[in-house]
C-alpha cells in the first residue's frame, strides 16, 4: 500500500463546523447564537460550532455542537451542508476551515439557554444581528442567501410552520425570510398554482372569517439544489 506523503511545505489545517439554525418567533426570522466563554472573542456573539472529532460525520458534528452549545435537543427539521469557509486568516488560532450548516429548527421552538462553555444563547435577529465572532457574519448572510433561494426552488418555507398551516402564515414565512412585502393575491394564486399545498379539510377559528388550514402536498419535498 502507498503511503501517503505530505510536501514539506505542506500545512496543518483544523476541520471544523458552524451551525447557522434558524426558526420563526413572533413573525420575525430568527437565527440561534451563542455567547463564547473563551478565547478568542470571549463573551462575543456566534453562531454555534467547533472542531469535528476523528471519525466523526460532518453532520454529526454539527448536531453534537448545537446540543452541546445550547439546550436545543429537538431534532432538526431540515440541515444541510452550504458552504466551506476557509480564507487563511479566519481564526487567529491557525489555519482552520469551516464546513457551515444550514438548520430549521421545528415551530415553535422557543426558549434556549447556553450550554457546555458558552456563556449565553439566545433567538436574535437574523437580518439585524449583534457584533459577531470571527467571519460569523458572513457565514450567517450566505446562510440566508442560501436560505432565500430555498423558499423559491426548495420548498423549505413549510418546515418553518406546524404541519398545518394557512396561507397567510406562509405568506408570513416568506416575508420574513426575504425581508420584504408580498402581494396577497399574487402571492396566493402563485404558491396554489404550483400544486405543492393541499387543503387539510380544517379550517382555523378565530375574529372574523376562519380560515382554510393546508399542509404539503404528498408529492412536494425538499428538492435538492
Same mark, same amino acid.
Given at each position: 500500500?502507498?503511503?501517503?506523503?505530505?510536501?514539506?511545505?505542506?500545512?496543518?489545517?483544523?476541520?471544523?463546523?458552524?451551525?447557522?439554525? $434558524?426558526?420563526?418567533?413572533?413573525?420575525? @426570522?430568527?437565527?440561534?447564537?451563542?455567547?463564547?466563554?473563551?478565547?478568542?472573542?470571549?463573551?462575543?456573539?456566534? @453562531?454555534? #460550532?467547533? *472542531?469535528?472529532?476523528?471519525?466523526?460525520?460532518?453532520?454529526?458534528?454539527?448536531?453534537?455542537?448545537?446540543?452541546?452549545?445550547?439546550?436545543?435537543?429537538?431534532?432538526?427539521?431540515?440541515?444541510?451542508?452550504?458552504?466551506?469557509?476557509?480564507?487563511? &486568516?479566519?481564526?487567529?488560532?491557525?489555519?482552520?476551515?469551516?464546513?457551515?450548516?444550514?438548520?430549521?429548527?421545528?415551530?415553535?421552538?422557543?426558549?434556549?439557554?447556553?450550554?457546555?462553555?458558552?456563556?449565553?444563547?439566545?433567538?436574535?435577529?437574523?437580518?439585524?444581528?449583534?457584533?459577531?465572532? $470571527?467571519?460569523?457574519?458572513?457565514?450567517?448572510?450566505?446562510?440566508?442567501?442560501?436560505?432565500?433561494?430555498?423558499?423559491?426552488?426548495? &420548498?423549505?418555507?413549510?418546515? $418553518?410552520?406546524?404541519?398545518? *398551516?394557512?396561507?397567510?402564515?406562509?405568506?408570513?414565512?416568506?416575508?420574513?425570510?426575504? &425581508?420584504?412585502?408580498?402581494?396577497?393575491? &399574487? *402571492?396566493?394564486?402563485? @404558491?396554489?398554482?404550483?400544486?405543492?399545498?393541499?387543503?387539510? #379539510?380544517?379550517?382555523?377559528?378565530?375574529? #372574523?372569517?376562519?380560515?382554510?388550514?393546508?399542509?404539503?402536498?404528498?408529492?412536494?419535498?425538499?428538492?435538492?439544489?
Amino acid at each position: 500500500m502507498t503511503r501517503l506523503t505530505l510536501p514539506p511545505q505542506a500545512t496543518q489545517v483544523g476541520l471544523a463546523v458552524d451551525v447557522a439554525a $434558524f426558526a420563526m418567533h413572533g413573525g420575525e @426570522l430568527r437565527v440561534l447564537l451563542v455567547q463564547r466563554g473563551a478565547l478568542p472573542h470571549a463573551r462575543d456573539w456566534a @453562531l454555534p #460550532g467547533g *472542531f469535528v472529532y476523528p471519525g466523526e460525520e460532518l453532520h454529526e458534528a454539527a448536531l453534537r455542537e448545537l446540543r452541546t452549545e445550547t439546550t436545543v435537543q429537538l431534532e432538526p427539521r431540515h440541515l444541510e451542508q452550504f458552504y466551506t469557509f476557509g480564507e487563511v &486568516n479566519r481564526d487567529p488560532r491557525g489555519r482552520i476551515v469551516s464546513v457551515a450548516h444550514l438548520a430549521v429548527l421545528p415551530h415553535g421552538t422557543v426558549h434556549v439557554t447556553a450550554g457546555g462553555h458558552t456563556l449565553g444563547a439566545e433567538w436574535l435577529s437574523a437580518h439585524q444581528p449583534p457584533a459577531l465572532a $470571527f467571519d460569523h457574519h458572513a457565514i450567517l448572510d450566505k446562510a440566508i442567501g442560501r436560505l432565500q433561494l430555498r423558499l423559491e426552488y426548495g &420548498n423549505l418555507a413549510m418546515e $418553518f410552520l406546524p404541519d398545518t *398551516f394557512t396561507l397567510p402564515e406562509l405568506q408570513g414565512v416568506y416575508e420574513a425570510v426575504l &425581508n420584504r412585502r408580498l402581494d396577497k393575491r &399574487n *402571492f396566493r394564486k402563485r @404558491l396554489l398554482s404550483q400544486g405543492i399545498l393541499t387543503p387539510s #379539510g380544517e379550517r382555523r377559528t378565530g375574529v #372574523g372569517r376562519p380560515a382554510q388550514l393546508y399542509r404539503r402536498a404528498k408529492h412536494a419535498r425538499i428538492a435538492a439544489l
